[in-house]
């Protein structure tokens, strides 16, 4: 005999039996689709071509750069969506070249870019971030030259680059220390190799710390340092800053977005790991001195940012201090106006 009630309840569970799988086809086709959809989207952002901007040095590579290479080596630039093709400039600064829009970003200095922004056809770039907070910059002499202080200048030979802003370096130190600055005899050997020119004829010579003081250190070479700000703060300027072209600043302001963020992480780095850094220094340019580049990286850790709130930030009043200190030494036609020479608006916090 048939139980109705047991065949009803079996009719009932096969029934929801059906539907749970029918739902599961359905929810299975629905996510597959999804699945597709999402992987498709991936692929095709992954797929698209990364926005290539050129970037020039001033100089062959060394520390100053190290952010750039670690943001280069580390695809911060590429996670950014940029490919970034860094050279070197044969000329010493990268201004020119930023200026007339064959390259998009350059490392210059703060009196490259005060020149260029009061001369009587301004040129079209802007400061958009320092890569040291303060100069680091200033005299350096071997120890048995007895240069102690910018009142021993007198009677000696300076060897240098033959520029007028380094003679006017030299004159504000010696007047601020009581000596006459025409007591100074101006050799102009390039400065390329401080030490050679040291041995040959030059008594004195303007150098970076982070680099030739360093290796002054590496050489076991004694040497006196007289660091520009510590006689004149008004001396204590952006060098070197990274530049871009106004043209880019209006047309494109998200790539120098772009390429700001990747190349901050790439010196917050360097800051926090100095030895990994020189590795990717040593990367790009394998011919450097090891030892150079990791000592150099170790010294720069605490230049990079120093006393300021982040990496790269700018204050208007040393543009405005150091402007005006050149135009009062003749280095420049007309006041600076700040503005006009920098911005940290790409610069993210």
Known sequence: MINKKASFKNSIRIANVSR???LLIILTIAFSLTACDVKDNFVQATQQPLRKVKLLLDYIPNTNHTGFFVALYKNYYTAEGLDVEITQSAEGDSLESVASGQMDFGVSFQESVTAAKTASAPRPVKAIAAILQHNTSGFASPTSKNIKRPADFV???????????????IKTLMKKDGADPEKVTYLSNNATDIFAAFEKDADFSWIYYGWDGVQAQLRNYPINFIKLQDIDSRLDFYTPLIITNENLINTDPDVIKRFMRATAKGYTDCVNNPADAASYLMKKAPDTNADLAKASQEYLKNEY??????????NVERWQTFGKWMFENGLIEKELVAKDAFTNDFLTK
């Open 305 to 314: 940012i120093s006393d300021a709130s982040q990496w790269g930030v700018m």
């Open 155 to 169: 009677g000696k030979i300076y060897g240098g680059w033959g520029t007028n802003i380094e003679k006017e370096f």
């Open 20 to 22: 749970l799988l029918s």
